[in-house]
């Protein structure tokens, strides 16, 4: 029941006033305080997805990075080309400084296409194999290697065959990659090692000369290249990975014959050390310019295909990071910067030489993220530091997931990147972006790492993903 | 500090009893207690995903599917084929009741291909365009519509334009989807208003015919086709889309030549309807066998490629759910139904049948989960239910999101799918697979949507999540 009380003209006046006036000092508090903290953060990340997906840089600049440069092994033709377009574009992006930061990097060559067949018996033909030499493998001296196939699916397996077993043959490696894994790089993880340390732990029982079934999911016709790591107590063999299809047929054939015969022709050989260089950009933080958040990719890629994916599209995604930042007129309270890495396929020497430059001159890398895991979709990114203090970093990040899930990102715990992971004495935190990993191995290191493989919004939404979240890490800290 | 008691032999052999019992009575609850409580589902759900990229039937099922009965539009050969190919599919599936549903679908052909032609002039000559008549579409009776083209980009455009800018002219609806969406869906959802109604609302103002830009954010030479709505009020005038590389070029040709002729050559017609079958496949509950759980996609396609992302995908991504549960011996609560509609893309017949029956027979169908987005890696699920339900149902269903993100899926509140729509009325919970939808309008209702541009893995996964949530939602209710 309301209580009523008669006012004079004067005091009804007076009351409305001092309504008024608890109106207009309440409404506001009462207004701000259902306003979403973050609704200038959500509307900017909404704009810099807009921008990116409707007047996107990255896939002009991939496109003519692929188109331009070609593939771009360290120290090759193509590798000079694209430190030279790289800078070239950089001086264009409005940054505060663009240099090239010298980096003595390993040089391997292919030489003339490689030669793998499978003998011919009085029954059958030869049978030629797309293959592809390993990267570092020795050559075969410009004559072809001939000997008796010995197919091993394990460690294991090896070791019990020994010397007896292996010694004069050629020891063929046919665990395939496990496809059960949600993963795609775990199983990737789960086989490589056999073309990392296949040649040297073959040669170690007295084989000649090395095959490895391609680091791929798919059955199909592609051999995939890749780095071994020979061990200097025993002998250099050569070494050539062969297509899935190769592997399932060379595979099939010792199981009905018995036994093979193969020729192996490598042409490739390892050059002096040569001079390159990482490539990078820098906006100077506004407020503590002293601390770098750093963002990259690595410019070099394996001698075939474009490198499109790996990582063509992690220095482009880079590249336009800083761009877009600073067309969306952000400016950074910490110092942002662009790192292209040289030679991370065969030798990690730009990675290396970046983390010991940044000892050196007392750099401070708050965070740094790579991308190096294809063009594809993005899902999240993958974040690691020093045991101590990523439980620290985990929680302080947690709240940007929130902000990032509309874009369909997640955070985990996890690797970051190889070009970076030489910061990680620096105590800041580190992470990857994590794209859709289920068609990155149809194309990793083969042939078929093309330009056209990348899909620009695809692209072009990792690029997004990555500036959104140096948004946030610069916008907030650490 | 220990207190020490001397104890005869006997009561030693007593007290260590006694601390066995006390250690075995107690520790088991210790680690019980500590154990994670999801433990079980956790390994069901990994065993469940392994199996599906293992062992997936998804894939070669579509091949099959694709590759036996190609495009299936409802009526065609195509349909009537893959009705009876899916049907002796799910009788191997060790299912409880495999049947079919009849439904009177509309029958609409093609007929020979369609011509749309800029016309020649004294200075070029005619230029012929990638074109697809729209479904539902008049022919042209035998000859060649002839007209000028009116190029607009909105609904206001064309009404300013009137009668007297339309009447005897061809309308050519011109306005791209919007790329800067992150979900191409809303890109399309912006659009499509166009190609379903674009026809009726030109006849209105006396148009002799359509063209629309394909729905498709690439620039490319695929027409998309699609449905369209004919008001009866207006004259049924035929309507074609065009290639976005044609729109494109047609719409540069009218700014440099202020005006331009087509020539519409469209030998589609609709036939009288025509029986056909929804195809119905189920595992009775153990428990509440009265309450369903649904999952399905479309077995209709257009009439051009394989329908491969759309629908063959969701129809053989819902089968192997009932498939891989059955083969992983998981004995459902509820009765688990798959259902492959017929008619979604011209009609939603089998829909609207399967739950004008559901209603008939008082079926209660507690959860619907439709696949209709295509067959690219699942990001999660979208969920819609009756407004006053909705929260309850989110809350209910919000913890399952945590068991399901380890493979990428996130829960959002969104639409689920046009078959099972018609349920909405039962109050249940309704959902939709969200792929990613980034290539989506690359494929859909264009010759490019064939079995080669799905990845089995992609494909695999959508299948295993899909089963994963049925299988959750059957084990905990809603």
Redesign the interface.
Known sequence: MMHLVTLSPLNQVRLLWVGLLIVKLTLPTAISAQKDPWAEDKAFLQEL??QS??DGKAYPWLRDLCHGAGHRLSGSIGAEKAVRWAKAVLDTCGLDTVWLQPVMVPRWERGAPEIVEILGTPKRKSLRLPALALGGSVGTGGKAVVGEVVEVRSWEALDSLGKQGVSGKVVFYNRPME????N?FEAYGGAVDQRVFGPSRAAKYGAIAVLVRSMG?ALDDYPHTGTLRYDSAYALIPAAAISTNAAERLSALLREEGNARVSITLNCRTLPDVLSYNVIGEIRGSLTPDKILLVGGHLDSWDVGHGAHDDGAGCVQSMEVLYRLRKLGYRPRHTLRCVLFMNEENGLRGGLTYAAAAEENEEVHLFALESDAGGF?P?GFSFEADPEIIDYYFEQILHFEELL????L?FWRGGSGADISPLRGQKGLLAGLRP?S??YFDFHHTTADVFEAV?P??LQ?GSASMAALIYLIDKYGL
Chains 1, 2 share one sequence.
């Not at 899930?405 to 369909?408: E, I, K, N, T, Y």
């Open positions: 997805f807009k997906l409707a496809c059960r894994h949600f795609t999911l979709t899902r899930r509309p874009f369909g997640m859709d289920q068609r899909h919004r695809e939404l």
